[in-house]
């Protein structure tokens, strides 16, 4: 049972304009179910909920989405938008709950984000910039973000270089990024322009998150290694993700 973190934001829809709804892409559901695992959506509730929501899960998925409140990693706003405060507040309990858990976790884009925050570490606020490898939020031609990928570079001997080898091409759908990361973790993947892609937890604790969004790739290998690892973290205490 893998439980995935969602928001709350307004829709449109044929009941009224602006409803209140906690929201996912089905595109993560989708992964899970293809593979063969249950999944539940874990909209933000209250945060002494965390500890028992994951003591009933088997993994965890750290969903995309807005900007995490530079407030939570002490900074001044200065490009963060979407801000929902009592997400940051759910999703960084979730995390830390799921470390002392020890139950499997996968962050996925705002979700490395989070893990960065929960820990003590820092996020660059906006990393589009010309000359790099990350692309404008209008690409030149109008042309979808998906459609810009760009080249990853993993450390030999981390999880990621096991499941990808040195280097694979991802897509970028994202303007902020970690900036310091916590000891928690180990920065295992990066771009050529040297921005963090990836973390690893640095101990037994199996948790790993990437900066792009492979629910929106043909790839299933992370949601795969995810479904191995929750499915043996009880009889495998020491495999890192």
Same mark, same amino acid.
């Given at each position: 049972?893998?439980?995935?973190?969602?928001? *709350?934001?307004?829709?449109?829809?044929?009941?009224?304009?602006?409803?209140? !709804? $906690?929201?996912?892409? +089905?595109?993560?559901?989708?992964?899970?179910?293809?593979?063969?695992?249950?999944?539940? %959506?874990?909209?933000?509730?209250?945060?002494?909920?965390?500890?028992?929501?994951?003591?009933?899960?088997?993994?965890? %998925?750290?969903?995309?989405?807005?900007?995490?409140? #530079?407030?939570?990693?002490?900074? +001044?706003?200065?490009?963060?938008?979407?801000?929902?405060?009592?997400?940051?507040?759910?999703?960084?309990?979730?995390?830390?709950?799921?470390?002392?858990?020890?139950? =499997?976790?996968?962050?996925?884009? /705002?979700?490395?984000?989070?893990? +960065?925050?929960?820990?003590?570490?820092?996020? @660059?606020?906006?990393?589009?910039?010309?000359? &790099?490898? @990350? =692309? =404008?939020?209008?690409?030149?031609?109008?042309? #979808?973000? !998906?459609?810009? =990928?760009? #080249?990853?570079?993993?450390?030999?001997?981390?999880?990621? $270089?096991?499941?990808?080898?040195?280097? +694979?091409?991802?897509?970028? $759908?994202? @303007?902020?990024?970690?900036?310091?990361?916590?000891? *928690?973790?180990?920065?295992?993947?990066?771009?050529?322009?040297? &921005?963090?892609?990836?973390?690893?937890?640095?101990?037994?604790?199996?948790? !790993?998150?990437?900066?792009? @969004?492979?629910?929106?790739?043909?790839?299933? /290998?992370?949601?795969?290694?995810?479904?191995?690892?929750?499915?043996?973290?009880?009889?495998?205490?020491?495999?890192?993700?």
């Amino acid at each position: 049972m893998i439980g995935i973190s969602a928001w *709350r934001r307004p829709v449109d829809w044929m009941l009224g304009r602006g409803e209140p !709804m $906690y929201t996912l892409t +089905t595109d993560y559901v989708a992964k899970l179910v293809d593979l063969g695992s249950p999944a539940v %959506i874990l909209p933000p509730s209250p945060l002494h909920h965390a500890a028992e929501v994951v003591g009933r899960l088997d993994g965890l %998925i750290i969903s995309g989405g807005g900007d995490v409140d #530079p407030a939570s990693y002490g900074a +001044t706003n200065t490009d963060s938008a979407g801000i929902d405060a009592e997400r940051d507040a759910w999703e960084i309990e979730l995390v830390k709950e799921a470390e002392r858990q020890r139950v =499997p976790v996968l962050g996925i884009c /705002r979700g490395l984000q989070v893990m +960065t925050v929960a820990f003590g570490g820092s996020l @660059h606020q906006h990393i589009w910039n010309p000359g &790099t490898d @990350h =692309p =404008p939020l209008t690409p030149a031609g109008g042309g #979808p973000l !998906m459609d810009h =990928p760009h #080249p990853v570079e993993f450390d030999e001997g981390s999880a990621l $270089y096991e499941l990808f080898g040195p280097r +694979t091409t991802v897509n970028s $759908y994202h @303007h902020q990024a970690a900036d310091r990361v916590p000891a *928690r973790f180990a920065a295992t993947g990066r771009a050529p322009d040297g &921005t963090v892609e990836a973390i690893e937890s640095v101990d037994d604790w199996q948790a !790993m998150a990437v900066q792009w @969004h492979p629910e929106r790739a043909d790839d299933v /290998r992370l949601f795969e290694e995810l479904i191995a690892r929750s499915g043996n973290r009880a009889v495998v205490p020491g495999r890192r993700l």
